[in-house]
């Protein structure tokens, strides 16, 4: 006879990540259903299996969940953007010395992202937002164009900081015109136009 034994449970760590997970999943089903305005926290928690004191448990609120799936969002694609820049300057001669082919390298992998993940990038875009997030998005924006700037500048040939800044303006454009586009083949057509004429910018003149 074999002794009945009690099945592993998870421990409270363990738990504890899955209910966020679930709760991060849910939220982001939801707010892209039907808008962050429009999203309610039992609706949230209802889709995730869990309760609304746990939500508060790992969340201050619905306006923290919305936070956190951009932070998120914002990571990954910083990550897609960093890998694609590193082997676009690896896969030049002598390392790379133009600093535009990593730098389009990187925005195509970010815009590659956005259309991947159309409906959620829409949603940072679209102004159905926590009051306060304009500051955070304008933050990251500031962020991101001074260290292109840097990245500009320290390269084996220095470009004006005002490329940079029109690249990056013109990268955040195109971020939101592919995001809100509704038509995924007009979308995936404007990031490739946006970034052929981005790779003219900057450009020395044909001799």
């Not at 960093?82 to 925005?107: I, K, N, T, W």
């Amino acid at each position: 006879m074999t002794a009945n034994v009690p099945e592993p449970t998870a421990a409270p760590a363990d738990r504890g990540a899955a209910t966020r997970s679930a709760l991060l999943a849910a939220a982001r089903e939801v707010f892209t259903s039907v808008g962050y305005a429009q999203a309610g926290v039992t609706d949230i928690v209802g889709r995730a299996g869990a309760s609304v004191g746990s939500l508060y448990h790992h969340f201050t609120g619905k306006a923290d969940l919305y936070v956190t799936l951009f932070e998120e969002f914002h990571q990954s694609q910083a990550r897609r953007a960093r890998q694609a820049a590193r082997e676009a300057r690896e896969a030049q001669p002598g390392g790379g010395s133009d600093p535009r082919q990593p730098f389009l390298a990187a925005a195509r992998a970010y815009l590659d992202g956005c259309l991947q993940q159309r409906e959620l990038a829409r949603l940072f875009v679209c102004g159905d937002a926590p009051p306060g997030f304009d500051l955070i998005m304008r933050h990251r924006l500031r962020e991101w164009a001074s260290r292109n700037a840097d990245f500009f500048a320290r390269s084996a040939e220095p470009m004006d900081e005002a490329v940079a800044v029109v690249m990056t303006g013109a990268l955040m454009l195109a971020v939101a015109e592919v995001s809100l586009d509704e038509d995924a083949g007009h979308a995936r057509r404007l990031a490739s136009g946006v970034l052929d004429v981005m790779s003219g910018i900057g450009a020395a003149p044909a001799s």
